[in-house]
């Protein structure tokens, strides 16, 4: 292998750890703070991507303008989930919550399909793909492998934006809330905390992960309904694998799937001369083998029982 085939692993990795790494952070933050499995990030996260597209390629906006007018329609969308469908659900097990995500994965889903759906009346015109942030054939050349500029973007903006939430996370009043909230919902009661802005606010941003990683993922490929189903698949992966008792082991978790599959592609397809789909089973054999060692996670520890 060269140095540049490695180099250009190594970036392809990084760029598919960053859009899983944004969908695990999402689904791990709703699980800790509503003690939900939200499997409908993914379908929230498409939704607002589409948002994006509209604004870009109907509307002729800069891209930029596109991108945070989808944020703000991705942080009304998690407020609206909350409001309407979560917290009326409060009591439920989280079996009920989890079947309760899949009626929000229907609705919107029903939204978004442009033959029957509202959106083919709402964007009559909305592109079935929308440019890329910067053009694919954009590169720079970092130690004789040719990358792309959209691929180092990025990797950057999650970089600083995943810096930024763990910071926020353990330095501020509002971090030190959704700790608090994580741990026990009860106890953060008596202590005086919102647990009820707590969780609103976790279903806002959670759906603002999901649209960014919507945004980065139409960028390469065609956009649809089911645009984000590989990646919430590979979201919970890290969720497991990483440990859903953390915040940072999913996300961790998230970049060693992307080189798994990435390094796996390579070698089942170059090498072996099969299936790159066949790279999906090393992940499956490196999350077996991890759970049998570490049951909560690479990074999770066991719930402790207060008496």
Do not use: C
């Not at 509503?34 to 948002?51: D, E, L, P, R």
Request: glycine share 8%; proline share 4%.
């Amino acid at each position: 292998m060269s140095l540049s085939t490695i180099i250009t692993l190594l970036f392809s990795s990084l760029r598919l750890g960053s859009i899983v790494a944004l969908a695990a952070l999402g689904i791990v933050l709703i699980f800790r703070t509503s003690k939900a499995t939200n499997f409908a990030q993914g379908t929230i996260g498409t939704m607002n991507a589409y948002v994006a597209a509209y604004f870009t390629m109907v509307k002729g906006y800069h891209w930029l303008v596109a991108v945070s007018l989808a944020l703000v329609a991705a942080f009304i969308t998690g407020i609206v989930i909350d409001k309407l469908f979560i917290r009326p659900a409060k009591k439920a097990n989280i079996v009920g919550k989890q079947i309760l995500t899949f009626g929000i994965i229907m609705i919107l889903t029903g939204i978004m399909n442009f033959d029957k759906g509202i959106f083919k009346d709402l964007f009559p015109s909305v592109p079935i793909r929308p440019e890329p942030l910067f053009p694919i054939s954009l590169r720079v050349n970092i130690l004789g492998a040719g990358i792309e500029v959209n691929t180092i973007f990025i990797f950057t903006v999650t970089l600083v934006l995943l810096a930024f939430v763990f910071w926020f996370i353990q330095k501020t009043k509002w971090g030190l809330a959704t700790r608090v909230t994580a741990s026990s919902e009860e106890t953060a009661m008596l202590m005086g905390v919102p647990t009820k802005t707590v969780t609103m606010f976790s279903w806002a941003f959670a759906a603002m992960l999901g649209a960014l990683a919507g945004i980065f993922l139409s960028s390469r490929v065609a956009m649809d309904p089911l645009l984000l189903v590989s990646v919430q698949v590979g979201a919970f992966f890290a969720g497991v694998f990483g440990g859903f008792t953390t915040f940072h082991g999913p996300v961790i978790a998230a970049y060693l799937i992307g080189f798994v599959i990435n390094i796996s592609s390579y070698f089942t397809s170059s090498v072996l001369r099969k299936d790159a789909l066949y790279a999906e089973v090393a992940v499956y054999l490196l999350i077996l083998v991890i759970l049998y060692f570490k049951p909560y996670g690479l990074f999770g520890k066991k719930p402790t029982r207060k008496v």
